[in-house]
């Protein structure tokens, strides 16, 4: 808008003082400048393509397609038409290529290629006993009470377990005596370890064609679960080698676990991808039901409450309680200071889990009716942003575990939350982490250079 002032005289006459904003001088100057040049030809892209071929002649562009160089056919006027004749020896019929769903097909593979390989001596010993007796000729009881043991945290490193190729994504002890490991690595493999004598190599166990991102033995070890990023989750006996039974839904699962009640532990719980826990039945092989409340990708998942109720976490970080066969949560916790939870830990012997945060803590959750974060307890000092860190205890709940981005293994103590020690256990980040359930000080750690180090 502009407003008129007090004129004065030029030396073409007389002239009115004008005031004009700056956003009105240049919408008038650009008004002048585009009448006084001559219009210009508008750039034409290239055709979009067909969106249902990716390769040759004709394929999807879309936004991506390039300009048309101008050429003097496209300026002139007339058109010119162009025939080209072919001799009938030149043309060479193509023959059709079939339709593949190579780019997506995730249904992984079909079961069929599950091998297992013994690398001990001898598969039975002169009593005819296989690997899974527990050894009684040890300075240690693998059988008896452990409710006076008293933990501390390891030293120094013993032994180090070197097959695996890939990165260990996870190890799990065998239950109650702990003479056997069982290691999941990205290299599609899963091995089991000799943890007292000579500590060897056992068994192999191969059958899935991507990384085993998590396995769980059952209540008595003799079998045990396996999932993986080919889509499968495959029941193997543990003796034999043989695959039992295989599991689907066609999506990942991230997490398994077996029901440890008795009278349930035929059935198990899979945290999946796609935001749901679903529960199958290793007997019948099928599908028995499906818990669907988070938003995001389960993380974990943590039997409690005598195995009547189990807790999960996701990415869409909150936390679920819920009874056991029942698809409604009994509890939903989803505050804004909570990150992601990626790993836990029951404490054994206090109603409590401890799960490994995102934000570069360990946090502390009670696993009875209330299910509430107890504040006081929090476990600071290590870094694990950006991995899925294992945590674990110690089994007289004295001690708290974890791994660490930087290599390092961190050891806190329970009551006060002080860090009491911390391991330089490897040149990469330490994923994966156990405490033997029946030695003092006794740990493994796996890294993403596949290495699995022993320590006392």
Same mark, same amino acid.
């Given at each position: 808008?502009?407003?008129?002032?007090?004129?004065?005289?030029?030396?073409?006459?007389?002239? #009115?003082?004008?005031?004009?904003?700056?956003?009105?001088?240049?919408?008038?100057?650009?008004?002048?400048?585009?009448?006084?040049?001559?219009?210009?030809?508008?750039?034409?892209?290239?055709?979009?393509? #067909?969106?249902?071929?990716?390769?040759?002649?004709?394929?999807?562009?879309?936004?991506?397609?390039?300009?048309?160089?101008?050429?003097?056919?496209?300026?002139?006027?007339?058109?010119?038409?162009?025939?080209?004749?072919?001799?009938?020896?030149?043309?060479?019929?193509?023959?059709?290529?079939?339709?593949? &769903?190579?780019? &997506?097909?995730?249904?992984?593979?079909?079961?069929?290629?599950?091998?297992?390989?013994?690398?001990?001596?001898?598969?039975?010993?002169?009593?005819?006993?296989?690997?899974?007796?527990?050894?009684?000729?040890?300075?240690?009881?693998?059988?008896?009470?452990?409710?006076?043991?008293?933990?501390?945290?390891?030293?120094?490193?013993?032994?180090?377990?070197?097959?695996?190729?890939?990165?260990?994504?996870?190890?799990?002890?065998?239950?109650?005596?702990?003479?056997?490991?069982?290691?999941?690595?990205?290299?599609?493999?899963?091995?089991?370890?000799?943890?007292?004598?000579?500590?060897?190599?056992?068994?192999?166990?191969?059958?899935?064609?991507?990384?085993?991102?998590?396995?769980?033995?059952?209540?008595?070890?003799?079998?045990?679960?396996?999932?993986?990023?080919?889509?499968?989750?495959?029941?193997?006996?543990?003796?034999?080698?043989?695959?039992?039974?295989?599991?689907? &839904?066609?999506?990942?699962?991230?997490?398994?676990?077996?029901?440890?009640?008795?009278?349930?532990?035929?059935?198990?719980?899979?945290?999946?991808?796609?935001?749901?826990?679903?529960?199958?039945?290793?007997?019948?092989?099928?599908?028995?039901?499906?818990?669907?409340?988070?938003?995001?990708?389960?993380? &974990?998942?943590?039997?409690?409450?005598?195995?009547?109720?189990?807790?999960?976490?996701?990415?869409?970080?909150?936390?679920?309680?819920?009874?056991?066969?029942?698809?409604?949560?009994?509890?939903?916790?989803?505050?804004?200071?909570?990150?992601?939870?990626?790993?836990?830990?029951?404490?054994?012997?206090?109603?409590?889990?401890?799960?490994?945060?995102?934000?570069?803590?360990?946090?502390?959750? /009670?696993?009875?009716?209330?299910?509430?974060?107890?504040?006081?307890?929090?476990?600071?000092?290590?870094?694990?942003?950006?991995? /899925?860190?294992?945590?674990?205890?110690?089994?007289?709940?004295?001690?708290?575990?974890?791994?660490?981005?930087?290599?390092?293994?961190?050891?806190?103590?329970?009551?006060?939350?002080?860090?009491?020690?911390?391991?330089?256990?490897?040149?990469?980040?330490?994923?994966?982490?156990?405490?033997?359930?029946?030695?003092?000080?006794?740990?493994?750690?796996? #890294?993403?250079?596949?290495?699995?180090?022993?320590?006392?």
């Amino acid at each position: 808008m502009s407003n008129s002032t007090n004129g004065g005289r030029v030396p073409t006459g007389w002239a #009115d003082e004008i005031v004009i904003s700056d956003s009105t001088f240049r919408a008038a100057h650009n008004k002048l400048q585009s009448a006084a040049e001559p219009p210009t030809k508008k750039r034409k892209r290239e055709e979009a393509g #067909d969106p249902s071929k990716i390769y040759g002649a004709g394929a999807y562009k879309g936004p991506w397609a390039k300009y048309k160089e101008d050429t003097p056919e496209e300026s002139s006027d007339e058109d010119e038409e162009v025939v080209v004749v072919y001799e009938e020896d030149e043309i060479e019929e193509q023959p059709a290529r079939p339709a593949t &769903t190579a780019g &997506t097909d995730y249904e992984g593979d079909n079961g069929s290629k599950e091998t297992s390989e013994f690398h001990g001596e001898e598969m039975y010993d002169y009593q005819g006993r296989t690997y899974m007796h527990v050894p009684q000729d040890l300075g240690i009881d693998l059988r008896g009470d452990i409710s006076s043991l008293q933990c501390y945290h390891p030293k120094r490193q013993i032994h180090t377990f070197k097959g695996h190729t890939g990165p260990i994504n996870q190890m799990r002890f065998f239950p109650s005596s702990g003479h056997l490991l069982l290691s999941a690595s990205a290299d599609c493999k899963v091995k089991l370890w000799d943890v007292y004598h000579e500590r060897s190599l056992l068994r192999t166990y191969s059958g899935h064609s991507k990384s085993v991102n998590d396995i769980a033995f059952n209540n008595d070890g003799t079998r045990f679960l396996t999932a993986s990023y080919d889509r499968q989750m495959k029941l193997w006996d543990t003796e034999t080698g043989a695959c039992i039974s295989r599991f689907s &839904t066609g999506k990942t699962a991230h997490v398994v676990r077996f029901n440890p009640d008795p009278a349930h532990n035929h059935e198990f719980l899979a945290g999946m991808a796609d935001k749901k826990i679903v529960q199958f039945d290793t007997k019948s092989g099928e599908q028995v039901q499906e818990y669907d409340h988070h938003l995001g990708p389960v993380n &974990t998942v943590t039997f409690c409450d005598e195995n009547r109720r189990f807790i999960t976490t996701s990415d869409d970080k909150s936390l679920r309680a819920w009874e056991y066969g029942i698809p409604v949560p009994i509890k939903f916790i989803a505050e804004p200071h909570m990150f992601s939870m990626v790993r836990a830990a029951s404490h054994p012997k206090k109603p409590f889990v401890a799960f490994q945060s995102q934000d570069n803590q360990i946090v502390v959750y /009670a696993s009875s009716e209330r299910f509430r974060q107890n504040r006081k307890k929090g476990f600071k000092g290590h870094n694990n942003a950006g991995y /899925a860190i294992d945590v674990d205890i110690s089994p007289d709940g004295g001690i708290v575990m974890s791994g660490d981005s930087g290599g390092y293994v961190c050891f806190w103590d329970w009551k006060t939350c002080k860090m009491w020690h911390k391991i330089k256990a490897s040149e990469t980040p330490v994923v994966a982490c156990q405490w033997h359930p029946r030695e003092t000080s006794k740990v493994v750690t796996g #890294d993403l250079a596949g290495l699995i180090k022993y320590w006392d």
